[in-house]
Nanobody, 122 residues
């Protein structure tokens, strides 16, 4: 069993930055691809970014390419999402997920965190 806890969300103005963290306990994350997802009010949960189990490969949804960077720390058993040049449309609850599949998928993730709110004002 893996427990995931996100942190680092908050409120920022457009153009600002936030760094989300996803800390794991219970088991090592090294066997899983890790994904970041977000869900805005009234919308389905969508894929944002992912990093492979060995940290070699990454993937991003088109709307965040060049602005967001996903990384992982095997020693700290954690995953991060650096978000730069934030836009109001990035406002959502952000979730991390652990997956045995590549690319992680909202419908097939093995484990989920509880989410952290990101609000970007114009």
């Amino acid at each position: 069993q893996v427990q995931l806890v996100e942190s680092g969300g908050g409120s920022v103005q457009a153009g600002g930055s936030l760094r989300l963290s996803c800390a794991a306990s219970g088991r090592t994350l090294s066997a899983y691809a890790m994904g970041w997802f977000r869900q805005a009010p009234g919308k389905e949960r969508e894929f944002v970014a992912a990093i492979s189990w060995n940290g070699v490969s990454t993937d991003y949804t088109d709307s965040v390419k060049g602005r967001f960077v996903v990384s992982r720390d095997f020693v700290k058993n954690a995953v991060y999402l650096q978000m730069n040049s934030l836009k109001p449309e990035d406002t959502a609850v952000y979730y991390c997920g652990a997956s045995s599949q590549w690319v992680p998928n909202p419908k097939t993730n093995n484990y989920w965190g509880q989410g952290t709110q990101v609000t970007v004002s114009s």
